[in-house]
């Protein structure tokens, strides 16, 4: 078990420009969450998969953001004409959709938006 | 309210014991959950809580619930520095899909 990946583990990218990150879960894990937390703040919910389908998304979603899990594996989360209020680390969960569901995060992708 | 609230900073001496408390929002939360996160560091799940306990204590962490007051709690036993870091606290508004975290105690532990 090697736990959740995410890569890049940094990113920093100019205003304007489309960024993409990847997250791949734990093997067994049918649940993938994306979190954004900003300095100083708990992790904010943006969307969640049960398997390849997008169940839930977060207001704090905007159309210039998009996630994706084509296979009910890895994921992307695609962020489209960045701006600087996109600076975050963006966070990677898994679980499984039985039991006690607690998620299991991944290190992070930091995004710098310059 | 829609925030799970936790006091920013606690700060404690090497071998005291440590409590982080948390006040959450939805009575319907199913699980409640502590993570710590270290600097640069992902979110540790610590431990976690069914709603229909009162306490669980897992080696030195206990963690208390009260209902009633949607509070929440987490005891550390004889702190160590390694402790150091920031503590979330976490519910599960109707049901496991999301979790909403609180704004974070940061641990100090002074040698």
């Known amino acids: 078990d090697t736990g959740v990946s995410q890569d890049p583990r940094h990113k920093i990218t100019k205003r304007g420009q489309n960024v993409t990150f990847r997250c791949d879960p734990i093997s067994e894990h049918n649940r993938l969450y994306w979190y954004r937390q900003t300095l100083g703040q708990g992790p904010e919910f943006l969307t969640y998969f049960q398997n390849e389908a997008q169940l839930e998304k977060s207001r704090l979603l905007s159309d210039r953001f998009s996630a994706e899990r084509p296979k009910g594996s890895f994921s992307t989360l695609e962020i489209q004409r960045t701006e600087q209020g996109d600076s975050a680390m963006y966070l990677c969960?898994?679980?499984?959709?039985?039991?006690?569901?607690?998620?299991?995060f991944g290190p992070g992708t930091r995004l710098t938006v310059t | 309210g829609e925030d799970v609230e936790q006091s920013l900073f606690l700060s404690v001496r090497e071998g005291d014991s440590s409590v982080i408390n948390c006040t959450y929002t939805?009575?319907?939360?199913?699980?409640l959950y502590w993570y710590k996160q270290e600097p640069g560091a992902g979110l540790q799940l610590l431990t976690y809580?069914?709603?229909?306990?009162d306490m669980k204590q897992d080696q030195r962490l206990t963690v208390l619930l009260n209902k009633k007051d949607k509070h929440l709690s987490l005891r550390i036993a004889d702190t160590q520095t390694g402790d150091s870091a920031i503590y979330f606290c976490?519910?599960?508004?109707?049901?496991?899909?999301?979790?909403?975290f609180g704004t974070g105690t940061k641990l100090q532990v002074i040698p």
């Open positions: 976490a519910e599960t508004p109707g049901g496991y899909q999301k979790v909403t």
């Open positions: 809580i069914f709603s229909n306990m």
């Open positions: 939805d009575s319907s939360s199913t699980y």
């Open positions: 969960a898994s679980s499984i959709s039985r039991g006690h569901g607690e998620q299991y």
